[in-house]
T-cell receptor, first 111, second 112 residues
Framework: TQLLEQSPQFLSIQEGENLTVYCNSS?????LQWYRQEPGEGPVLLVT???GGEVKKLKRLTFQFGDARKDSSLHITAAQPGDTGLYLC???????????WGAGTKLIIKP | SQTIHQWPATLVQPVGSPLSLECTVE??????LYWYRQAAGRGLQLLFY??????ISSEVPQNLSASRPQDRQFILSSKKLLLSDSGFYLC???????????FGSGTRLTVV
């Protein structure tokens, strides 16, 4: 069974600090996606990583796909209150059109 | 550009009443369509998905049903709502397997 585990589940830090959240699995994924969701809204796709070892940057956000394609990380540099939200990782199932979702990391950046 | 519309944004319904949530996609053809439910502040539970008109796959036995009467229209329904049907419902589409999803803005359903 393919599963995605996210850690930490909850993170509250001060503005300006750096942080990393993780998305781990014992299974290999062909790609992984990261989403950010704000309260009362649908998740918004941030990035898709496809190649093992791939690093993608989106302003202060750096996404990395593990060499073995079993894990991914999201690093935020100099976090800002606007980064507050629920961060979700997801990967395609081998057998059908579904995505497997992590349970999410709830991030709060305090001014 | 592609857009997804989901309505209503909020809904309060009595137990035993029917439900119809609608989702439409513009700017694309033959999208994969999805209905999810989300517990407060946590991950997503897939309810239904569809890869074509009239093709519905159900993931969780429940009091809900879905239909896709047109290529870009996806409807979530119930004949009689239960208290446990309360939640945040999200519609999404994608172009195919492995591609990212675009979500609607969600419907907050409260069954009273």
């Amino acid at each position: 069974t393919q599963l995605l585990e996210q850690s930490p589940q909850f993170l509250s830090i001060q503005e300006g600090e750096n942080l990393t959240v993780y998305c781990n699995s014992s299974s290999v994924f062909s790609s992984l996606q990261w989403y950010r969701q704000e309260p009362g809204e649908g998740p918004v796709l941030l990035v898709t990583v496809v190649t093992g070892g791939e690093v993608k940057k989106l302003k202060r956000l750096t996404f990395q796909f593990g060499d073995a394609r079993k894990d991914s990380s999201l690093h935020i540099t100099a976090a800002q209150p606007g980064d507050t939200g629920l961060y979700l990782c997801a990967g395609p199932m081998d057998s059908n059109y579904q995505l497997i979702w992590g349970a999410g990391t709830k991030l709060i950046i305090k001014p | 550009s592609q857009t997804i519309h989901q309505w209503p944004a909020t809904l309060v319904q009595p137990v035993g009443s029917p439900l119809s949530l609608e989702c439409t996609v513009e700017g694309t053809s033959n999208p994969n369509l999805y209905w999810y439910r989300q517990a407060a502040g946590r991950g997503l539970q897939l309810l239904f998905y569809s890869v074509g008109i009239g093709q519905i796959s159900s993931e969780v036995p429940q009091n809900l049903s879905a239909s896709r009467p047109q290529d870009r229209q996806f409807i979530l329904s119930s004949k009689k709502l239960l208290l446990s049907d309360s939640g945040f419902y999200l519609c999404a589409w994608s172009v195919g397997r492995g591609y990212g999803y675009t979500f609607g803005s969600g419907t907050r359903l409260t069954v009273v």
